[in-house]
Each structure stands twice: as structure tokens, then as C-alpha cells.
């Protein structure tokens, strides 16, 4: 498994150093401009983790092509400079858990605009339809004329990575939108519960979810007291964190199939964290949303990391314990439903609505859908922005965010096993 999604990777690697070149050209040349979206294919894995696509074919008596429309401009990215260097540092960091020195190219490609409103409502609408088939209740209509009634693969058992692809047209631009936690939250569930809980404590978890001794953890790491096996923590993100894996097939594949496209990645949640640790990785734009503090994780998987990340963005509000990172603690909601939320570090620049503030909202879990941030945050004009002349809150590094903060991470020699009871 470990092997195959390495070479899955490598081929991923090399079609993105030999594409995205074609389709660049024309999107410079106009900085600031619109396009035009339709959904292309139903993405799932099947439990053999093998990527499924599911052509949607729009409805019969409809030849529209009317959808979203999503105002991009240019954003400069990092890609490593050779496809050696980073294969190496890659490597490293798989067989050693090591982070190696890169040098890394900037390119120019076009991205969302993520200071548009309507903008980043299209996108947030595309994350939504990520969780849901085409027509069942809550997708959201992208475009009235399509109306895919089709048996897509989602077989029912499916549990794992699940989206939506969007595509333009002209195949210039293409919209990778990856499914978040169905869960337990909110009260929904799903054949993916209990897959996106392992993940979600895995990779935002400040040591295995061991949030108290009653806790079934995710990893052997814990070594007693607030001490946590930081060389154990990264085998064990780099061994099983399936979803980021995934998640790097399944862009190669999207590479296979739009060799000369711009990709972009966006996602929800778990779907936003996954989304942003590819950006990282490919050097595609991304906007996240509400998306849990993902910074840790890339650092524990030692994804090489380019000297700018200001082609990933986040947007999220005040009132969304977990993308704020405050969902923790034993009587957290977030602990009582199984998940340890406990990161807040997000990388990139994030666009914050500050609910709290601005509409007195009380920080609660169930800010957290998506549905919810797009009916009650990104539909209306923001007036705290609108009051400074701009559409959306300003975009800005997370400058002196810790978290954490009251474990002792260590290379501790011992073996980890001798130590836990
Ligand atoms: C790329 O852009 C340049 C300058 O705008 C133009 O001269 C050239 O023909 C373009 N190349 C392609 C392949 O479109
Ligand atoms: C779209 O699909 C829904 C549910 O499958 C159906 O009720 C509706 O009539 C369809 N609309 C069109 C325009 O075909
Ligand atoms: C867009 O890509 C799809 C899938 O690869 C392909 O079937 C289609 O012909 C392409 N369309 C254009 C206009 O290039
Ligand atoms: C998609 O990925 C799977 C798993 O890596 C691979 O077996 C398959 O050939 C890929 N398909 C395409 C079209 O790239
Ligand atoms: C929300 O922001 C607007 C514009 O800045 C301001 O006029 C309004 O008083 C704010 N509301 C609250 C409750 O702070």
C-alpha cells in the first residue's frame, strides 16, 4: 500500500512538473477574470483505496452550460526545482521522517480570486456538494440546467476520500473539491463516520486523541504524563494518515485526465485540511473552509515545505470551535462525540469572519457546517468589510499561533512501549 501510493506519487510529481504549463499562458494574460464551472466527475475510493471516477453527464434536454461563476486572478506558488530534489526530500521524509533543505521555483498560475465574495460563496457551494449526490437534499443547484440523475459510484460502502470535480469548459481550470468529516457532529453519519474519525484525530490531535485514560487512541505514542514520542507521532501520520495518500493519487489522476489544466483544490473541514497539505505539496491554489488547524500535521508528515504558502487560503468565523481550535478539553463537544480537535495553527493566509463580534454569535459546533457558513455568513455583504471598502475580511498570516502548548514533545529514546501501561 505504502509502495503503490509512493509510485502514485511520483508519477503525480512528474505530471505536474511536465504540465500546467499549457493552460497558464491564456489565464495571465487576463489577471482578474471570470469562469465559468460544471461538474465533470464524482470522485470516491473504494475500500481497496482505488480512486473512482464517475463521469456526470448533464441532463438530457438541457445543452446549457450554465454554472458557477468564480472571478480568479494571479497567485503566485512554489514548485520545487527539480523533480529529483523533491522526490529525495520526499523520500526522506518517508523513510526517515526527516525535512530536507529544497530550492523551489515560483511560478505564476491563475487562482481564485478569494477577495470576491460571490467567489468564495461558488466555492464554499462546491465544498458542500462534495458530501452530497447531485439532487439529494442540500446540493446546491450550481447551474439550474443540470440535473444529474445517475448512479454514480458511490457504492454504499464506500468509506473513504470522497468530492466532486468541476471543470470549465475549455478544460482550462479544474476544481478538485474533497468531502469533510461526515459525522458524529452534527449528527449525521455515513459510511465515511468512522474512517474521517480516525483521520481527524490523527492528524489534529496534539498526541494520538488521548484526551484522558478512557480514550481509545490512535496511536501508541503516549509515554505518561504530558509527554508525547514525537519520532512515534510521525511514523504513525506517515503510515496511516490514508488520506492525505489518497488524496495525492487522486490528484495524479487529475493530472492524467487535464494534463493542461490549472487544478485547483478545495475542500470542508477535514476536506480543507486535506486540501491545503496537497496545495502544499503541488503548488496549487486552495481555499479552504472551516477547515481544523492543519500547520502541525504538515509539519509532523515533513512535507516539503515551499518558502511561501500564500496560495493557500482559509476561510473560516469565530464561532467554529474547531476551526478556531478551541473544541477541546474532556467536556468539549467535540470530545463527547469521540474527536480530539485540538489544533488551531492554520498554513497560508485566512480570511476570519468574526462572528462572535460582529453577529453575537455564541461559539458552538453547529456554526461549523458548511451550510451554515453559506447561508448565514457568505450569502449577504459583510459589513464590517463593506465598511472598509472591501467584500471580504482581509487575508492575513497567522502570525505567533501556538498550540499544544502544554505537551512535551521529545525524541525520547525509549521505546515507547516499555513506558505505557
Ligand atoms: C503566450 O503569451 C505570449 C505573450 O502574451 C504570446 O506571445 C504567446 O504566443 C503565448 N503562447 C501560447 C502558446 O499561447
Ligand atoms: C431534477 O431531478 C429531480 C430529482 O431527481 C427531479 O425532481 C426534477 O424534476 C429534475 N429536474 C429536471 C429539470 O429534470
Ligand atoms: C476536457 O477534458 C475531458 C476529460 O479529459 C475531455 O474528455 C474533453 O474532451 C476536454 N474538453 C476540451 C474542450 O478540451
Ligand atoms: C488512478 O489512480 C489509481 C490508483 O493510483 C490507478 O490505479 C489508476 O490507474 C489511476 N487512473 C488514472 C486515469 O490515472
Ligand atoms: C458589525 O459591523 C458593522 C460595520 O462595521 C457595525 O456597524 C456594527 O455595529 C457591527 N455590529 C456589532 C454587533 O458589532
Same mark, same amino acid.
Given at each position: ?45 473504494? $475500500? ?9 453527464? $448533464? ?15 494571479? @497567485? ?7 523533480? %529529483? ?43 458542500? #456538494? ?23 459510484? &458511490?457504492?454504499? #460502502? ?54 484522558? &485514560? ?11 504524563? &504530558? ?23 487522486? +490528484? ?12 485547483? @483544490? ?56 474547531? %476551526? ?28 476570519? +469572519? ?9 461559539? #458552538? ?16 455583504? &459583510?459589513? $464590517? ?19 499544544? +502548548? ?16
Amino acid at each position: 500500500m505504502l509502495l503503490s501510493t509512493w509510485s502514485g506519487f511520483l508519477s503525480a510529481l512528474l505530471a505536474s512538473f511536465t504540465s500546467h504549463r499549457g493552460g497558464e499562458n491564456a489565464s495571465l494574460s487576463s489577471s482578474s477574470s471570470a469562469l465559468q464551472f460544471e461538474l465533470r466527475h464524482y470522485h470516491a475510493v473504494s $475500500p481497496a483505496a482505488q480512486v473512482l471516477f464517475h463521469d456526470a453527464r $448533464p441532463h438530457a434536454q438541457s445543452l446549457s452550460h450554465t454554472s458557477h461563476t468564480i472571478r480568479t486572478r494571479s @497567485v503566485k506558488t512554489h514548485r520545487p526545482s527539480t523533480l %529529483a530534489a523533491f522526490a529525495h526530500a520526499r523520500t526522506r521524509s518517508i523513510r526517515f521522517a526527516e525535512s530536507v533543505y529544497l530550492d523551489w521555483d515560483e511560478d505564476e498560475v491563475q487562482g481564485p480570486n478569494i477577495e470576491s465574495r460571490e467567489t468564495l460563496l461558488e466555492l464554499a457551494k462546491m465544498t458542500n #456538494d462534495a458530501y452530497l449526490s447531485p439532487g439529494e437534499s442540500g446540493w446546491y443547484d450550481l447551474g439550474n440546467e443540470w440535473n444529474v440523475s445517475y448512479p454514480f459510484g &458511490w457504492e454504499p #460502502d464506500a468509506d473513504g476520500f470522497r468530492g466532486h470535480v468541476f471543470a470549465t469548459s475549455d478544460n482550462s481550470t479544474v476544481v478538485l473539491s474533497i468531502k469533510g468529516t461526515s459525522a458524529g457532529f452534527l449528527g449525521g453519519g455515513g459510511p465515511t463516520t468512522k474512517k474521517d474519525k480516525f483521520n481527524d484525530n490523527l492528524l489534529f490531535s496534539c498526541c494520538c486523541a488521548r484526551i484522558d &485514560w478512557t480514550w481509545t487512541v490512535v496511536c501508541d505514542c503516549y509515554l505518561g504524563g &504530558w509527554k508525547c514520542d514525537k519520532n512515534c507521532l510521525e511514523e504513525s501520520l506517515i503510515e496511516e494518515s490514508l488520506f492525505y495518500s489518497i488524496g495525492t493519487n487522486l +490528484y495524479n489522476n487529475l493530472t492524467y485526465m487535464y494534463p493542461e489544466s490549472n487544478i485547483w @483544490v478545495i475542500g470542508h473541514s477535514l476536506g480543507g485540511a486535506l486540501a491545503s497539505m496537497l496545495g502544499v505539496t503541488f503548488g496549487v491554489p486552495v481555499v479552504a473552509i472551516e477547515s481544523p488547524g492543519e500547520k502541525m500535521a504538515a509539519r509532523r508528515l515533513h512535507l516539503p515545505t515551499p518558502p511561501e504558502v500564500q496560495h493557500i487560503t482559509h476561510v473560516y468565523h469565530t464561532a467554529d470551535p474547531i %476551526a478556531m481550535g478551541t473544541c477541546n478539553g474532556v467536556l468539549s463537544s467535540c470530545a463527547l462525540g469521540g474527536y480530539a480537535m485540538e489544533s488551531r495553527c492554520h498554513l497560508g493566509l485566512s480570511v476570519v +469572519y468574526d462572528t462572535v463580534s460582529n453577529l453575537s454569535w455564541a461559539v #458552538d459546533i453547529r456554526t461549523h457546517g458548511i451550510v451554515n457558513v453559506i447561508e448565514k455568513v457568505l450569502s449577504q455583504p &459583510w459589513p $464590517p468589510s463593506v465598511g472598509v471598502g472591501r467584500e471580504v475580511p482581509e487575508a492575513k498570516p497567522e502570525e505567533d499561533c501556538v498550540e499544544c +502548548y502544554s505537551w512535551d514533545f521529545g525524541d525520547h529514546p525509549f521505546k515507547k512501549k516499555e513506558m505505557v501501561l
